[in-house]
Nanobody, 128 residues
Framework: QVQLVESGGGLVQTGDSLRLSCAASGGTFSRYAMAWFRQGPGKEREFVAAVSWSGVSTYYGDSVQGRFTISRDNAKNTVYLQMNSLKPEDTAVYYC?????????????????????WGQGTLVTVSS
């Protein structure tokens, strides 16, 4: 079973950029579809982005489309989330998650339970 550890969170200002990383260990990372979710204060968990096992296919939530980019490096067992033009409403704990049985990427938005492994999260705070 793969284990996931997120890093890269922190305090930034509106308009800044930040890159999150999610390092995987203990499994065959290149077989997993990967996704990022977030949960802001007082909010429900929200889908952010997903990437196929190969990295060729990606899918984004509406609120981050055009600002965030998900990518992966299978040689480094790591998935990334590049976040640009950050807004205060992006403030949240960001979680990465893995699915050893990949499904159609847009389905992760409504079926987060399909992702079997979750990291502990990393906090991103965007000040106005």
């Amino acid at each position: 079973q793969v284990q996931l550890v997120e890093s890269g969170g922190g305090l930034v200002q509106t308009g800044d950029s930040l890159r999150l990383s999610c390092a995987a260990s203990g499994g065959t990372f290149s077989r997993y579809a990967m996704a990022w979710f977030r949960q802001g204060p007082g909010k429900e968990r929200e889908f952010v982005a997903a990437v196929s096992w190969s990295g060729v296919s990606t899918y984004y939530g509406d609120s981050v489309q055009g600002r965030f980019t998900i990518s992966r490096d299978n040689a480094k067992n790591t998935v990334y989330l590049q976040m640009n033009s950050l807004k205060p409403e992006d403030t949240a704990v960001y979680y990465c998650a893995a699915d050893p049985n990949p499904i159609y990427l847009p389905d992760y938005e409504d079926r987060p339970e399909s992702l079997e492994v979750w990291g502990q999260g990393t906090l991103v705070t965007v000040s106005s």
